[in-house]
């Protein structure tokens, strides 16, 4: 079992920036890629961004594109979504997931993540 937990949630202006982090528990989620999804009030989960286990090759969804950066770093056991331009509609709980399954794909599909950590609530103001 791995954990995962994410932080850096909060409450932002409309083209204001959060850097969200994720932490997982276990050494291991360096081998796996890892992805951060959302999920808005109402609303089925949406992919945001991806990135394999060696961070070369990264996806993003399209309501990411040119505002958002997935990265990671493996000794620290971290992944992170630095999220710029923020909009209304960026507002969700964002969750940050590992894929064990294909540490070399960069997956928009939920069913391949097998860890999910809680969420942290973003929340963006007109």
């Known amino acids: 079992q791995v954990q995962l937990v994410e932080s850096g949630g909060g409450s932002v202006q409309t083209g204001g920036s959060l850097r969200l982090s994720c932490v997982a528990s276990?050494?291991?989620?360096?081998?796996?890629?890892a992805g951060w999804f959302r999920q808005a009030p109402g609303k089925e989960r949406e992919f945001v961004a991806a990135?394999?286990?060696?961070?070369?090759?990264?996806k993003y969804g399209d309501s990411a594109k040119g505002r958002f950066t997935i990265s990671r770093d493996n000794a620290k056991n971290m992944v992170y979504l630095q999220m710029s331009s923020l909009k209304p509609e960026d507002t969700a709980v964002y969750y940050c997931?590992?894929?064990?399954?294909?540490?070399?794909?960069?997956?928009?599909?939920?069913?391949?993540?097998?860890?999910w950590g809680q969420g942290t609530q973003v929340t963006v103001s007109s």
């Open positions: 276990r050494r291991t989620f360096i081998s796996y890629a």
């Open positions: 997931a590992a894929n064990t399954r294909s540490p070399y794909a960069a997956s928009d599909n939920s069913n391949e993540y097998t860890y």
């Open positions: 990135i394999i286990w060696g961070a070369t090759t990264t």
